[in-house]
């Protein structure tokens, strides 16, 4: 059984930091990634990585967030910097599996105060 767990979210001040983590398990990961989700607003990507290191990340977190893998240990971490009010969301992580597959943790909420 797949399972995502999510831990790192929590309230702090704009221009502050944060690390999210997520720990994978149940399956070989191929892709793994965040993605977030504001009150009224659709859920984006806000960064992936694959099995190779290869990386993708929304325009608006480009600069200021880096998300890693350690794939030995089925762990994704994204590192949030120079956090904005908008960063505002439940952050979600997410990881493909098998062919067209994949799972969502339960979410972590972030808050950024101005």
């Known amino acids: 059984q797949v399972q995502l767990v999510e831990c790192g979210g929590g309230l702090v001040q704009a221009g502050g930091s944060l690390r999210l983590s997520c720990a994978a398990s149940?399956?070989?990961?191929?892709?793994m990634g965040w993605y977030r989700q504001a009150p009224g607003k659709q859920r984006e990507l806000v960064a992936s990585?694959?099995?190779?290191?290869?990386?993708n990340y929304a325009d608006s977190v480009k600069g200021r967030f880096t998300i890693s893998r350690d794939s030995a240990k089925n762990t994704v971490n994204l590192q949030m910097n120079s956090l904005k009010p908008e960063d505002t969301a439940v952050y979600y992580c997410?990881?493909?599996?098998?062919?067209?597959?994949?799972?969502w943790g339960q979410g972590t909420q972030v808050t950024v105060s101005s």
């Open positions: 997410n990881a493909h599996w098998g062919i067209f597959s994949n799972s």
């Open positions: 990585i694959t099995s190779g290191g290869s990386t």
């Open positions: 149940g399956s070989i990961f191929s892709i």
